[in-house]
Antibody
Framework: EVQLVESGGGLVQPGGSLRLSCVAS????????MSWVRQAPGRGLEWVAI????????HYVDSVKGRFTISRDNAKNSLFLQMNSLRAEDTAVYYC????????WGQGTLVTVSS | DVVMTQSPLSLPVTLGQPASISCRSS???????????LNWFQQRPGQSPRRLIY???NRDSGVPDRFSGSGSGTDFTLKISRVEAEDVGIYYC?????????FGGGTKLEIK
């Protein structure tokens, strides 16, 4: 069974940084691209970033380009999202999801950007 | 960016009755490989989203056959043949063809 478990969320001040992690199991992690998707409180879904299988190709939504970096460690079945220069509008639950078509999602981790 | 427009915003349905959600894209979702990457997700209250339908009309494993997807090009529909209490939640369409990937604004299904 595909399982994705996110961690690393928390409260951070505007301008601060946070690193999210997602550990995958139940499938061959290195075979799939991986995505991050976020959901602001009471709002809809917004895709954030994607990384291909070997980490050589990335895409980001414009609002996070230059501030967020997606990466992975295939030996540890792990996906990461380094978030710098955080803004209040980055406050959201962040989900990792398998592949470009978002086959399966984790339970999410809450990031709150506030002073 | 490709804009995904869903309607209605809110969908009150009587148990056992059918329901239909429309999703329109601002550009064709046909990819260079000839496939159309339009997916549907369900988000029950307090839960993570779950994919129901991929590539317009393919049900994911474990999804009841009362859910069906159809459409082509820029115009798509999710149908529930007979709504059950467990179907309450928000439904999102999402295009996986163009960067950035984009979602519709969501349709909230509730029991009348």
């Amino acid at each position: 069974e595909v399982q994705l478990v996110e961690s690393g969320g928390g409260l951070v001040q505007p301008g601060g940084s946070l690193r999210l992690s997602c550990v995958a199991s139940g499938f061959t992690f290195s075979y799939y691209s991986m995505s991050w998707v976020r959901q602001a409180p009471g709002r809809g879904l917004e895709w954030v970033a994607i990384l291909n299988q070997d980490g050589s190709d990335t895409h980001y939504v414009d609002s996070v380009k230059g501030r967020f970096t997606i990466s992975r460690d295939n030996a540890k079945n792990s996906l990461f999202l380094q978030m710098n220069s955080l803004r209040a509008e980055d406050t959201a639950v962040y989900y990792c999801a398998r592949d470009r078509q978002l086959y399966r999602w984790g339970q999410g981790t809450l990031v709150t950007v506030s002073s | 960016d490709v804009v995904m427009t869903q309607s209605p915003l809110s969908l009150p349905v009587t148990l056992g009755q059918p329901a239909s959600i429309s999703c329109r894209s601002s550009e064709s979702l046909v990819y260079s490989d000839g496939k159309t990457y339009l997916n549907w997700f369900q988000q029950r209250p307090g839960q993570s989203p779950r994919r129901l339908i991929y590539k317009v009309s393919n049900r994911d494993s474990g999804v009841p056959d009362r859910f069906s997807g159809s459409g082509s090009g820029t115009d798509f529909t999710l149908k529930i043949s007979r709504v059950e209490a467990e179907d309450v939640g928000i439904y999102y369409c999402m295009q996986g063809t163009h960067w950035p990937l984009t979602f519709g604004g969501g349709t909230k299904l509730e029991i009348k």
